[in-house]
């Protein structure tokens, strides 16, 4: 079982950065894949930005590519968004989440929810205009 705890949200004008981290229970080595998931009420979450934690590869969601970065400290077992140049739409509730494996995100994709067995509890990001 891992325990993953979400922090750093919080309201920011547009254009302005945000730095989320999470902090996993386990030996990060252990999990072969993190992420940061996003969702807005009525909407399916969806995945932002991933990392292969053993080679350090990351992955965007093309409406963040260049404005976030996720990275992770193994020895702090933590893992890490910063966001920058804010948008508007980027307001919802983020989530960290970690597989168990890789089959599933082999099977399902590394950018679907159900790929990933753990998450945190979430943590808002609000960007006003």
């Known amino acids: ?6 922090s750093g949200g919080g309201s ?4 302005g950065s945000l730095r989320l981290s999470c902090a996993a229970s386990t030996y990060m080595d252990r999990i072969p894949y993190m992420a940061w998931f996003r969702q807005t009420p009525g909407s399916e979450r969806e995945g932002v930005a991933i990392i292969d934690t053993g080679g350090g590869t990351t992955y965007y969601a093309d409406s963040v590519k260049g404005r ?3 990275s992770q400290d193994h020895a702090k077992n933590t893992l890490s968004l910063q966001m920058n140049s804010l948008k508007p739409e980027d307001t919802a509730m983020y989530y960290c989440a970690a597989t168990s494996g890789r089959n599933l995100i ?5 950018m679907t929810s159900a790929a990933y067995v753990y998450w945190g509890q979430g943590t808002q990001v609000t960007v006003s205009s």
């Open 1 to 6: 079982q891992v325990q993953l705890v979400e």
């Open 12 to 15: 920011v004008q547009a254009g």
């Open 68 to 70: 976030f970065t996720i």
């Open 106 to 110: 082999l099977s399902l994709g590394m």
